[in-house]
T-cell receptor
Framework: ETGVTQSPTHLIKTRGQQVTLRCSSQ?????VSWYQQALGQGPQFIFQ???????GRGNFPPRFSGLQFPNYSSELNVNALELDDSALYLC?????????????FGPGTRLTVT | AQSVAQPEDQVNVAEGNPLTVKCTYS??????LFWYVQYPNRGLQFLLK??????LVKGSYGFEAEFNKSQTSFHLKKPSALVSDSALYFC????????????FGRGTSLIVHP
């Protein structure tokens, strides 16, 4: 088990609604990344936060946004939910932004959009 | 653009036999390569990584992987499989000199039969 926690575990929302997912990073880790994992697929990179600033983004629209707090915990916000947003959302922390660093993943939040 | 291919959706092996889970990659520069494992209803767990140096990398739980630059491969191996190794395995790549954004493969389901 890693020290990364996520909440909630499961969530059901209606199309058009907004959702906030939360992540607490492993102790000593200042970098948090968020991923979307659709059923049967590998994780897709959404964005990364380092010292409270977004410092990289994957191919996701602006309705996916995030925050990182001074204690390095993080939030993922998704506005105007679409059916295709149904997925497992994973948070991962690392020691820093170097590409050589491995990531430590939380258990994920399963989002279902109906 | 970088990519990862895991050509087998599923690998079946008998307990005690050696196992191999295949991964090939494509990056414009030199790669950092990672293997992660995902158990049901859990996040990804780091197994091992190749950064530089010895082409044979040893990781957690008796797993190892061999980096082959000419074949652009990074296959995961274990000399003797356990039933408890049954899980979903993901290979990931980052470009050492380019974007730090990781690309994950689609995953390979490993089933170890008693």
């Amino acid at each position: 088990e890693t020290g990364v926690t996520q909440s909630p575990t499961h969530l059901i929302k209606t199309r058009g609604q907004q959702v906030t997912l939360r992540c607490s990073s492993q102790s000593g880790h200042n970098t948090v990344s968020w991923y979307q994992q659709a059923l049967g697929q590998g994780p897709q990179f959404i964005f990364q936060y380092y010292r409270e600033e977004e410092n990289g983004r994957g191919n996701f629209p602006p309705r996916f946004s995030g925050l990182q707090f001074p204690n390095y915990s993080s939030e993922l916000n998704v506005n105007a939910l679409e059916l295709d947003d149904s997925a497992l959302y994973l948070c991962a922390s690392s020691l820093g932004t170097l590409s050589s660093y491995e990531q430590y993943f939380g258990p994920g939040t399963r989002l279902t959009v109906t | 653009a970088q990519s990862v291919a895991q050509p087998e959706d599923q690998v079946n092996v008998a307990e005690g036999n050696p196992l191999t889970v295949k991964c090939t990659y494509s990056v414009s520069g030199n790669p950092y390569l990672f293997w992660y494992v995902q158990y049901p209803n859990r996040g990804l767990q780091f197994l091992l990584k190749y950064i530089t140096g010895d082409n044979l990398v040893k990781g957690s739980y008796g797993f190892e992987a061999e980096f082959n630059k000419s074949q652009t491969s990074f296959h995961l191996k274990k000399p003797s499989a356990l039933v408890s190794d049954s899980a979903l395995y993901f290979c990931a790549v980052r470009d050492k000199g380019g974007s730090y954004i990781p690309t994950f493969g689609r995953g390979t389901s490993l089933i170890v039969h008693p």
